[in-house]
């Protein structure tokens, strides 16, 4: 399984950023994909979910209303929408898949590479 993540950048508050994850390899729909972010010396943490066949969502509570994750099954690929930018919001945005919804990254299967989104105020 390959995941290729993309779409960072460097953004002022309250600014909006589309980010990809486009994945290869899987030999089944009936996964889950998941975006976590990474602050510099801080865990990695949930961001939000999706159920590929499915589209059933989950996000974490601090990016509700505010980020929406979505998949395009004809290119392979998880977006997640992130809008109305927070300083805080700084941090490699990870995409992750698993075999079952997660919360933790202990229960992640492979990860892309990760995107570095920067906000500032």
């Known amino acids: 399984v390959q995941l290729q993540a993309s779409g960072g950048g460097l953004v002022r508050a309250g600014d909006s950023l589309r980010l990809s994850c486009a994945v290869s390899?899987?030999?089944?729909?009936?996964?889950?994909m998941s975006w976590f972010r990474q602050a510099p010396g801080k865990e990695r943490d949930f961001v939000a979910g999706i159920r590929w066949r499915e589209g059933t969502k989950r996000y974490a509570d601090s990016v509700k209303g505010r980020f929406t994750i979505s998949r395009d099954s004809a290119v392979n690929t998880v977006y997640l929408h992130v809008n109305i930018l927070k300083p805080e919001d700084t941090a490699v945005y990870y995409c992750?898949?698993?075999?079952?919804?997660?919360?933790?990254?202990?229960?992640?299967?492979?990860w892309g590479q990760g995107t570095k989104v920067t906000v500032s105020s």
């Open positions: 992750a898949t698993s075999r079952g919804p997660i919360t933790t990254a202990v229960g992640a299967g492979s």
């Open positions: 390899g899987l030999t089944t729909d009936d996964n889950f």
